[in-house]
């Protein structure tokens, strides 16, 4: 005993984190305006046989929902678990006009995982704000817990196409030849081959954020004329940055396959918001923007060999609020103390408990430019909302607006089953004011909650 006592303590200590079933490697993979209907294995038309694949592998969501329906607070909350306006982040950010970003005091995913031991490496689109020459406060991704990052701001410029801004841990990279889904891939593939050499022993957290198919679009002519003869239409040319990018995910599944065992890997898909594209969205009403069900229903992949549902289909719904609460129930993590989650933890569901699952507050989104500018899903049921007060014309954020939006109220509220109307063609609050008054007051005290945490941009 005491021999074997001795050799435990010179095991290097991160020999104690190595990927295990309890402590397995997490992928962490986001599409960028991917449409609820896009891929095949949500009916969609582009052939995505390896995100088909962690699918039949695992648990797929049919009623799954981005942060909201536009890109930098959905991406907040995926991190947080939180609304975004808790988070910081009221809408897309753009760096140079406004402080707006995520905050620092926020508890991330990846400071959860690398506090349980979790090498951590962010690649891809960031858009949570980054510093500029007058806005030096914006903390990088590193100060949220990444060990490593390698991003853009934003989209990829000039296009999808030999991108020019990417940033590898804070330094500019320059033109990079290639397609933006595949420099991804080549850099994760690069990262986990200096993990594997030097952290060997540890599990890792690896947050892919691809930036198709975001306009501007680009997409190999090979690809593209599978979707159409013009390789100019932009119908097949957004198809063709899909496909590439399922092209990217299998050469990394291969990777990961590669390092480690399938069920030592918990692997995440989903998109951060719905299409642009009306003709993406599955005949839901709306588009990325609005908080219609086309705007922030996505696609939602859990695949996790061995220790989650394998071919599983649900309509339960959910969302990306709810990554990190489930991250923490199925790794067995403390979650983030002292911290309001707004999201639920979903680990009984994915393990084959759904009678064992609540969600114990309903999914809620707000987004000041769109009409509906609120919404709100507990069941199957569907509350959204007007706002009684208007703000100026700009489609861009305006920190200005920020008091208006925390003091503002609501109105025309509309109800919709989602069950029976998945396109929300016929408002039922007539024929139900019980239920809408029901709904209305859990709305105004989500809303009174996130409004209160809500930063005073305006003010810094």
């Known amino acids: 005993m005491h021999r074997l006592l001795t050799l435990c303590l010179l095991l290097p200590f991160s020999h104690l984190f190595a990927a295990s079933p309890e402590r397995p490697n997490v992928v962490m993979l986001l599409a960028d305006d991917l449409g609820w209907q896009d891929v095949g294995c949500y009916g969609g038309p582009v052939k995505t046989p390896n995100i088909d694949g962690l699918a039949a592998k695992g648990t797929r969501f049919t009623d799954f929902y981005s942060g909201c ?5 959905s991406r907040a909350v995926l991190l947080t678990g939180r609304h975004h306006i808790r988070a910081g982040v009221y809408s897309w950010i753009n760096d140079a006009s406004q402080n707006s970003h995520l905050l620092e005091r926020e508890v991330t995913i ?8 979790y090498a951590t490496a962010h690649i891809g689109k960031w858009h949570l ?45 320059g033109k990079i030849e290639g397609y933006s889904c595949q420099i991804v891939a080549d850099e994760a593939i690069a990262w986990l081959d200096r993990h594997r050499s030097e952290k060997k022993d540890s599990p890792f957290f690896l947050n892919l954020w691809f930036h198709e198919p975001h306009a501007p679009i680009a997409a190999p002519d090979d690809l593209v004329k599978n979707y159409g003869d013009d390789l100019k239409d932009k ?51 709306g588009q990325k923007g609005v908080n219609w069900e086309g705007g922030i229903r996505v ?31 199925l790794l067995g993590l403390e979650k983030p103390e002292g911290v309001h989650l707004d999201g639920s933890d979903l680990s009984t569901l994915l393990k084959g408990k759904p009678e064992a699952f609540t969600r114990h507050q309903p999914l809620f989104w707000h987004l000041q430019k769109s009409r509906p500018i609120a919404a709100m899903r507990d069941g199957d049921w569907s509350l959204v909302a007007e706002p009684d007060y208007e703000l100026s014309t700009s489609n861009m954020f305006e920190e200005a607006w920020i008091p208006a939006i925390k003091a503002g109220g609501y109105t025309n509220f509309q109800l919709f089953n989602l069950k029976t109307d998945p396109n929300q063609t016929n408002d039922l609050a007539a024929d139900q004011p019980e239920r809408v008054e029901k709904m209305k007051a859990q709305f105004l005290e989500i809303n009174a909650s996130i409004m209160a945490d809500g930063t005073d941009w305006h003010l810094k």
């Open 69 to 73: 329906a536009v890109c930098s607070p």
């Open 110 to 117: 990846a400071e959860t995982l690398k506090k349980a031991g």
């Open 129 to 173: 704000g980054l510093p500029t020459p007058e806005r030096p406060f914006k903390p990088t991704p590193d100060k949220h817990g990444f060990d490593y990052w390698f991003a853009t701001w934003n989209n990829a410029e000039p296009s999808h196409h030999n991108p020019d801004n990417f940033i590898r841990n804070g330094k500019p990279v």
């Open 235 to 285: 119908g097949a040319v957004y198809s063709g940055t899909i496909d590439n990018t399922d092209r990217a995910i299998a050469r990394i599944l291969e990777k990961l396959r590669a390092i480690d065992a399938p069920e030592n890997t918990l692997i995440i898909y989903a998109s951060d918001n719905g299409s642009y594209r009306k003709d993406r969205v599955g005949g839901l009403r």
């Open 299 to 329: 696609p939602g992949i859990f695949c996790w060999p061995g220790k989650i549902g394998e071919g599983v289909v649900t309509s339960e719904p959910a969302g990306l609020v709810d990554i990190h609460p489930t991250l923490c129930g």
